[in-house]
């Protein structure tokens, strides 16, 4: 242990009692960093470091019998009634609120700063490396460390997650075992633009937990879109699902041009997404969301974020613009809000806050997280107002960390679908989809690698919307590759195809009935992807899911179990 090592001679004359009566108060064992140094002092005035305690517990001081050694003051504290150390008189404080001493920090991570925590408004963005001043805290956690800081940064002052902050400006501008992961991130081509890999940032995620919210190991999950045809006939799909397997539900709550219910951040935010939604549906969703717990399934809501042409419609300032007109920039059909513009960040996590506290929802799956793609002929013919001068992954990815904090904030994990291209090697996407940057924060990544959606010898494979298991195992296995150089990985849960293909893909491709979506889930297993999948049928037909009830009837982790030993 460290020592402050004193010449006895002097001893008397700089090591002196402050009192000789017992004189107990209760205190607060405090400091600038998570732990506490308590100390042990010898007849001779020599203080030597005992031990650390978390900062934060409660001790009894003993005022009466405290001691000086050279300008420092030391008092009795008990640990145990076996345990007597002395604490620095800074150390012991007299409120809680007092136990956190420390007064600037370092941002290890970047993380929106959130000025107004009831509405997750975002007042800026906290940089690598940057210093902070703290205000204030929140709550302090077992270990010591802070749940939420109250900073200030420049004329900014909001709230910033302890677990993105550090003591030192050296430890801030570290990157997470660069000897092992730099390497792997700096080889990634960025030939379309989407932005540079090495320019995200890979330190693990804590991964969370709820109480009353358990994510099953495999989801395997049908999807619902929201006509009163198919969640206004809960009862219907409930029946159907308990002869099977499934025992997860996907049901919408924000399509592009197609909004569920009457929701109150759409009234805030988004008047047209509130004038079309439907007048009578939140009595429905109740209705539904309430039936499938209380017969044991797990409900997801399903949000498209960055594809809204209603929300552009209220808000042009938002969008996505043409450099020449200065007007919306309309894409597939459809108007984009720019994923770089937080208020749109703000606008869909309010709406998935209030789904979760409304209707029960234990998860929230984002869609259309990522930029338009085939911009590659337009991009430099507008303008995505990027105010914060990042790239497109790293836009994505701040994004994806800012709504699992806020959304886990209300007890409802999160899952972010990303094309199947996103699972490719080598390479950055267009549209801002790198695989490993999402998958570390997420608590889900879902693929959407439908096999009509493969170009004819992909992978080697001829037609591939033809052969379901051999497409579907080809890039399972590339996503275990990246889920691989990823510290964090979320569970993968895939998109999987349960409509025929398209007639303008193949006039004689499959029907994907029992069988070929059985094929398409046993690649998945195959490839060693068992988070499960969801179906993906937007007409969300039960006569179609009745022709491929077969497939939903097997336990595929548990056959992966047995197969494997597990």
């Known amino acids: ?95 809680h609120k007092k136990v956190v001493q420390e007064r600037k920090m370092w941002v290890r991570t970047p993380a929106s700063i959130i000025t107004d925590r009831e509405t997750s408004l975002v007042g800026g963005l906290a940089d690598k490396g940057t210093q902070i001043a703290i205000l204030d805290f929140d709550t ?4 010591g460390s802070v749940n ?11 709230y910033l997650f302890g677990k993105y902050l550090v003591f030192s400006k050296e430890e801030a501008v570290k990157r997470y075992k660069a000897e092992e992961y730099d390497k792997v991130h700096k080889a990634i081509k960025n030939p379309f633009g989407g932005g540079e890999a090495i320019g995200c940032d890979f330190y693990p995620t804590e991964r969370v937990s709820f109480k009353n919210n358990k994510m099953p190991e495999a989801c395997y999950s049908l999807y619902l879109n929201i006509s009163p045809a198919v969640i206004g006939n809960i009862e219907k799909y409930i029946d159907f699902a308990k002869q099977t397997k499934i025992n997860t539900f996907v049901i919408d709550i924000k399509d592009n041009e197609c909004p569920g219910y009457k929701a109150e951040a759409m009234a805030k935010y988004s008047p047209t997404n509130h004038r079309y939604a439907g007048k009578n549906k939140e009595t429905m969703y109740k209705k539904a969301v309430k039936r499938l717990h209380e017969e044991g399934f797990y409900v997801v809501g399903r949000i498209t974020c960055f594809k809204d042409s209603h929300l552009v419609k209220d808000h042009p300032e938002v969008a996505i613009t043409e450099i ?55 991009e430099k013919l507008i303008n995505y107002h990027n105010k914060y001068n ?11 960390q800012y709504a699992c904090d806020e959304i886990h904030a209300v007890g409802a994990y999160v ?12 390479y950055t996407t267009a549209y801002g989809q790198y695989w490993p940057a999402i998958s570390n924060i997420c608590d889900a990544i879902c693929g959407m690698p439908y096999p009509d959606h493969f170009s004819n010898g992909y992978y080697g494979i001829k037609k591939p919307w033809n052969h379901p298991y051999e497409i579907l195992k080809a890039w399972g296995e590339r996503v275990q590759a990246r889920q691989a150089v ?34 398409e889930i046993r690649g998945l297993y195959d490839a060693g992807l068992t988070g499960g999948y969801t179906t993906w049928h937007s007409g969300s037909n039960l006569t179609k899911y009745e022709a491929q009830k077969g497939a939903f009837r097997i336990d595929y982790l548990k056959e992966w179990k047995k197969k494997n030993n597990k």
């Open 486 to 519: 990823t510290p964090t990985p979320a569970a993968v849960r895939t998109w999987i195809q349960a409509y025929p293909v398209m007639r303008h893909v193949d006039r004689n491709g499959l029907r994907y009935d029992a069988e070929d979506v059985e094929k």
């Open 1 to 95: 242990m460290k020592k402050i090592a004193l010449f006895t001679l002097l001893a008397a004359a700089i090591f002196t009692s402050c009192g000789s009566k017992d004189i107990i108060e209760e205190r607060y064992l405090a400091s600038a960093t998570t732990d506490v140094v308590l100390y042990s002092i010898d007849e001779n005035g020599v203080v030597s470091e005992a031990q650390s305690i978390v900062r934060g517990r409660k001790v009894k001081a003993n005022y009466g019998k405290g001691v000086k050694v050279e300008k420092q003051r030391y008092y009795p504290v008990e640990i145990t009634r076996k345990q007597l150390f002395y604490a620095k008189e800074q150390s012991l404080v007299d409120n």
């Open 390 to 400: 990042e790239s497109k992954v790293q836009a994505i990815q701040r994004f994806v």
């Open 415 to 426: 899952s972010i679908d990303v094309f199947g291209e996103a699972a490719n090697p080598g």
């Open 140 to 143: 302090l956690r077992a270990d």
């Open 324 to 378: 020449a007109t200065g007007k919306p920039f309309k894409h597939n059909k459809a108007y984009w809000p720019s994923p770089y513009d937080r208020k749109v960040w703000q606008f869909n996590v309010e709406l998935a806050k209030e789904a979760v506290r409304k209707f029960g929802f234990n998860e929230i799956n984002f869609d259309y997280v990522r930029f338009p793609d085939r911009m590659t002929k337009v």
């Open 148 to 158: 939420r800081y109250k900073i200030k940064q420049g004329e900014v002052e909001g």
